[in-house]
C-alpha cells in the first residue's frame, strides 16, 4: 500500500489543480478590460447615434432651405418675365 494518508493525497491532488495567484490576476485584468472595451464600445455607438441624428437634422434642413430658395427663385423669374407683345 501508500505510505501516504488521505490527507496528503488531498493536498497533493489540490496542488495540481490549484491556480495560481498570477494566473487569477491575469484573470481578473482581462475581464477588467473586457469591461472597460465595452463601455468604450457603448460610448462610441452612442457618439456614432447623436452625429447620425445631426445629419439628418441637416439633410432635412438643407432639402427644407433648397425647396425655399427654389421657390423664391422661381416667384423671380416669374416677376422678371415680362410678357412678350406681337
Do not use: C, W
Not at 13 to 21: D, F, N, S, V
Not at 59 to 84: G, V, Y
Request: a positive charge; zero cysteines.
Amino acid at each position: 500500500m501508500s505510505d501516504k494518508t488521505r490527507l496528503e493525497h488531498d493536498i497533493e491532488r489540490h496542488e495540481m489543480y490549484r491556480t495560481p495567484p498570477g494566473v487569477i490576476l491575469l484573470i481578473i485584468l482581462l475581464i477588467l478590460a473586457l469591461f472597460a472595451s465595452g463601455i468604450y464600445i457603448y460610448k462610441l455607438r452612442q457618439d456614432i447615434i447623436r452625429k447620425d441624428q445631426e445629419i439628418t437634422m441637416m439633410r432635412e434642413n438643407l432639402q427644407r432651405e433648397k425647396a425655399k430658395l427654389l421657390s423664391k427663385i422661381k416667384q423671380f423669374e416669374n416677376k422678371t418675365k415680362t410678357p412678350t407683345s406681337d
